[in-house]
Nanobody, 123 residues
């Protein structure tokens, strides 16, 4: 069973930055596609960013130019650097993984999920 754990959420003012981390408990982590998703109150969960084993990245249009996804294969950690945050970025953020696959923001294609970390951006 693959386990994921997110950290780094918190409260920040608009225009600020946060970095989320996701630790993946899988020794073949480097072969995985890992992604970030978010869900705001009353809204459906949406894909934010993803990175696959080849380093190919994908971003939602709403975060392009502001968010950067990366991973450290030696430490089994994935990061989401969020800059120029907006109130509409407020949501619960989840990391997810799918083994041996190309990058995608389709949540139905992910097999393993973390518990989430809250990000709140005030205006």
């Amino acid at each position: 069973q693959v386990e994921l754990m997110e950290t780094g959420g918190g409260s920040v003012e608009a225009g600020g930055s946060l970095r989320l981390s996701c630790v993946v408990s899988e020794y073949t982590y480097s072969d995985y596609c890992v992604g970030w998703f978010r869900q705001a109150p009353g809204k459906e969960r949406e894909g934010v960013a993803a990175i696959d084993r080849d380093g190919e990245k994908a971003y939602a249009d709403s975060v392009k130019g502001r968010f950067t996804v990366s991973k450290d294969n030696n430490k089994n950690i994935m990061y989401l650097q969020m800059s120029t945050l907006k109130p509409e970025d407020t949501a619960m953020y989840y990391c997810a993984a799918r083994p041996f696959a190309q990058t995608t923001l389709d949540e139905d294609r992910y097999n393993y999920w973390g518990q989430g970390t809250q990000v709140t951006v005030s205006s």
